[in-house]
Each structure stands twice: as C-alpha cells, then as structure tokens.
C-alpha cells in the first residue's frame, strides 16, 4: 500500500512539473526578440544591440 502511495505520488510531480516547463515556454516566446535590419544572419537575439557581422543596430520584430 506505501509503495502504491509512493508511486502515485511520484506520477503527480512528474505530471505537475512537465506542466511548469510548457508554462515557460511560452513566457520565453512571448519576450521581444530582436533581429538584424540588413538580415546578414538568420539570428534571433532576446537583447536589442549590434549585428556581429555588420554592426547595425538590431530592431524588434512582432511576434505575431
């Protein structure tokens, strides 16, 4: 009986913590991203800053 108690209750963590991760996830897609203007790099930035090719200054682009 303890270990079925035992079981049970180590499902629900697991099930209670892959639920968090989704959660994050889309708090991480809702953040700005930012991207090169000239587009001389396929990289998507979290930060504003510079193109590391060209130097520009990065702009914001929606998310929709």
């Known amino acids: 009986m303890k270990t079925k108690i035992l079981y049970l209750s180590f499902f629900a963590f697991l099930m209670a913590s892959c639920g968090n991760k989704a959660e994050v996830k889309n708090e991480e897609v809702a953040k700005a991203q930012y991207e090169c203007?000239?587009?001389?790099t396929d990289s998507l930035f979290s930060?504003?800053?510079?193109c590391s090719v060209c130097e520009m200054d990065l702009v914001e682009i929606s998310n929709n």
């Not at 203007?37 to 001389?40: A, F, S, V």
């Not at 930060?47 to 510079?50: A, H, T, V």
């Open 37 to 40: 203007p000239m587009k001389c």
């Open 47 to 50: 930060e504003p800053g510079k």
